[in-house]
């Protein structure tokens, strides 16, 4: 699997952005892709996934109410609508995907050592 980022950028605090996330050669249905997020001088943490065949999309906490994870099949695309934005959500941005036959456990997800694919990145900047 390969993926690509995009939709990064310099925005204002309380303004919005959409990173897309495309995944080419993915195989399994029950496959997961993620969004991590990595402050400067601080470890990647987890934001939120889904699984090309739907259920349960968990989301990090500092995040809830804020931004919205989706997935278009058809385009092998996940989406990340980040709205209400601030200042500590600065950070680049990666995508990640695990493919495999049976869906990673919600608890699984959110470890970033599941993930056997990754973007590049695409840095989101919120000014204040």
């Known amino acids: 699997v390969q993926l690509q980022a995009s939709g990064g950028g310099l925005v204002q605090a309380g303004g919005s952005l959409r990173l897309s996330c495309v995944a080419s050669g993915r195989t399994f249905s029950s496959g997961v892709v993620a969004w991590f997020r990595q402050a400067p001088g601080k470890e990647r943490v987890f934001v939120a996934s889904?699984?090309?065949?739907?259920?349960?999309?968990p989301y990090a906490d500092f995040v809830k109410g804020r931004f919205t994870i989706s997935r278009d099949n058809a385009k092998n695309t996940v989406y990340l609508q980040m709205n209400s934005l601030k200042p500590e959500d600065t950070a680049i941005y990666y995508c990640?995907?695990?493919?495999?036959?049976?869906?990673?456990?919600?608890?699984?997800?959110?470890?970033?050592?599941?993930?056997?694919?990754w973007g590049q990145g695409t840095l989101v900047t919120v000014s204040s």
């Open positions: 889904t699984s090309w065949g739907g259920g349960s999309t």
């Open positions: 990640a995907a695990v493919d495999r036959s049976s869906r990673p456990i919600v608890s699984m997800q959110r470890l970033a050592a599941t993930y056997d694919h």
